[in-house]
């Protein structure tokens, strides 16, 4: 095995069905293709995951050997001469996919990820209309309902080891593995337990990263669907402005077509009879870790204080580092679970007529909203991820493109921090305003020892550096809590997003962007 590693600064010239490209050494056959406008196939391939070549839709030729090389694992080399579709090429990659679709159910109208599914795209592109193999080997397994959250259709699955992956390597959590070999070969739980039961997050990076429909959200839109249409409930939504960025994309208009107005727009025309904005929740929750973190500076005890709006991560530090929770705020989280309560008493409306619906940004909200309890009560009655409640808005027949905008409603005044930058910018602002006076900017980051998803930033506050923390994905979140479990962390505060690429990377129910 080579250790050798590739110089970005060095290029290489090679042709690709013809066409000469010069690309920097260490770029795949894939990548060196996209750059030329030619897309290869692939099923198993993710811009975030290790090369894998599972699949093997993406071979092609290279040289004129008749050897086949996966475009997805293989670098380029100088002078290289690749031939990416022919109709040796062309025939290998139907039967691939003709193998996959003998082993796949036939419920695309149906399915969840219907017109969104890569693999019935890539059979739409090859024209393929039925496989020409038998199906008996099909499996016939139900469905895996897991904590009101996640669904899991292993007879969907494809095998291309994505979940496994980002499971594993991206978020270092492994609660979805592989067993056995050839005909035996599937993605299993460990000892095919449930989710819960193992260690789990709920993060919904397996769901984001599943080509087809075997990993997806649980959908509650019919529970919704009855209240809504029940005239002794009153029906309240709370969502945060994020969500109408998920909205859409599902219906795949441009970023920033839909607002957050036109969003309150809709849910109103649904028949919701309040829209609440979660954001205010969280920006009390950021205040009283403002002040926490104040008492913390001053007392020097249990720094950096760690924090996030991700819950997969409160789950993560629970499960790997229940030595470290002091490091975790006292504050509640903003996951609206208390909202109902906290609706009803300043309303004055009959808690028990009041159906509470918390519409997430991503399937790790759903699990906390749906799982946590208070006094024994689960406090929200239902949890939509932004997929679900599109869906909702398309069967309304709503526009939502062409509405106007309404407001949010307010039940009391409350205050939203519109200044840029996230949780951990707005508290480094409070905390130096705090200090000095003074209305500090958004701080900038620097990398941490090369690791661009480490950022780091500082605040000199008299005389002081007070040091913050931004990570990105739980591999390099288990980097900053082994280091503060070794006491060699100097950070004050740390903010630490589940999502490999921060939130809004994914709308954690399927949907990169």
């Known amino acids: 095995m080579s250790h050798y590693k590739p110089d970005p600064n060095k290029s290489v010239n090679l042709t690709i069905d013809g066409m000469p490209v010069t690309v920097p050494e260490g770029t795949r056959i894939l990548e060196a293709a996209e750059k030329l406008g030619i897309k290869i196939p692939t099923l198993c391939d993710h811009p975030d995951l290790c090369k894998r070549s599972l699949c093997r839709l993406c071979v092609v030729e290279c040289d004129g050997r008749g050897k086949l090389m996966a475009a997805c694992a293989n670098d380029v080399w100088e002078g290289a001469s690749v031939v990416t579709n022919n109709l040796r090429i062309m025939n290998?990659?139907?039967?691939?996919?003709?193998?996959?679709?003998?082993?796949?159910?036939?419920?695309?109208l149906t399915c969840v990820k219907n017109q969104k599914c890569e693999l019935q795209s890539l059979t739409e592109t090859f024209g393929i209309r039925e496989s020409p193999f038998r199906r008996e080997a099909a499996l016939n397994k139900a469905p895996k309902i897991e904590s009101e959250t996640l669904v899991r259709d292993m007879n969907k699955c494809v095998k291309c080891g994505r979940c496994v992956e980002v499971c594993q390597e991206i978020q270092t959590v492994r609660a979805i593995n592989s067993s056995c070999r050839s005909t035996q070969y599937e993605i299993c739980t460990p000892y095919e337990q449930a989710l819960s039961d193992g260690p789990c997050i709920f993060c919904g990076q397996c769901a984001a990263v599943c080509p087809v429909g075997a990993i997806y959200e649980y959908d509650q839109s019919g529970e919704v669907w009855t209240a809504l249409n029940s005239a002794d409930r009153h029906t309240?939504?709370?969502t945060a402005p994020a969500v109408a960025e998920g909205i859409g994309r599902e219906f795949g208009l441009p970023p920033g077509t839909?607002?957050?107005?036109k969003m309150v727009s809709a849910l109103?025309?649904?028949?919701f009879d309040k829209v609440l904005d979660a954001s205010v929740s969280a920006n009390e929750t950021a205040g009283e870790e403002f002040r926490e973190l104040l008492d913390r500076i001053k007392n020097r005890s249990r720094l950096p204080l760690i924090t996030s709006c991700s819950p997969g991560w409160f789950n993560f530090a629970r499960k790997f580092y229940p030595d470290l929770l002091d490091h975790l705020p006292s504050a509640k989280g903003n996951s609206g679970v208390s909202a109902?309560?906290?609706?009803?008493?300043e309303s004055g409306i009959d808690k028990s007529k009041i159906t509470f619906v918390y519409i997430t940004p991503c399937i790790g909200k759903k699990h906390e909203a749906m799982n946590i309890r208070i006094n024994g009560c689960r406090d929200a009655d239902a949890a939509l991820t932004s997929r679900e409640i599109a869906r909702m808005i398309k069967l309304a027949g709503i526009d939502i493109a062409n509405l106007s905008g309404t407001p949010f409603d307010c039940i009391k005044a409350?205050?939203?921090d519109d200044v840029p930058g996230g949780v951990m910018e707005a508290i480094v602002r409070k905390v130096r305003n705090a200090y000095t006076g003074e209305n500090a900017e958004t701080p900038a980051y620097n990398d941490v020892q090369g690791n661009e998803r480490i950022g780091e930033t500082a605040a000199e506050i008299q005389g002081a550096k007070i040091k913050a923390l931004a990570v990105d994905g739980l591999a390099n979140a288990r980097i900053?809590?082994?280091?503060?479990?070794?006491g060699e962390c100097d950070a004050a505060f740390v903010e630490i997003r589940c999502c490999p690429n921060a939130c809004g990377a994914s709308d954690g129910c399927g949907a990169a962007t």
Do not use: F
């Open 480 to 486: 900053v809590m082994e280091a503060i479990r070794r």
């Open 258 to 261: 839909i607002t957050a107005g």
């Open 340 to 345: 109902k309560t906290r609706y009803a008493k």
């Open 236 to 238: 309240v939504a709370e």
């Open 414 to 416: 409350g205050s939203r």
């Open 92 to 108: 290998i990659r139907k039967t691939i996919i003709g193998l996959i679709l003998a082993n796949h159910p036939q419920e695309c």
């Open 268 to 271: 109103k025309l649904i028949g």
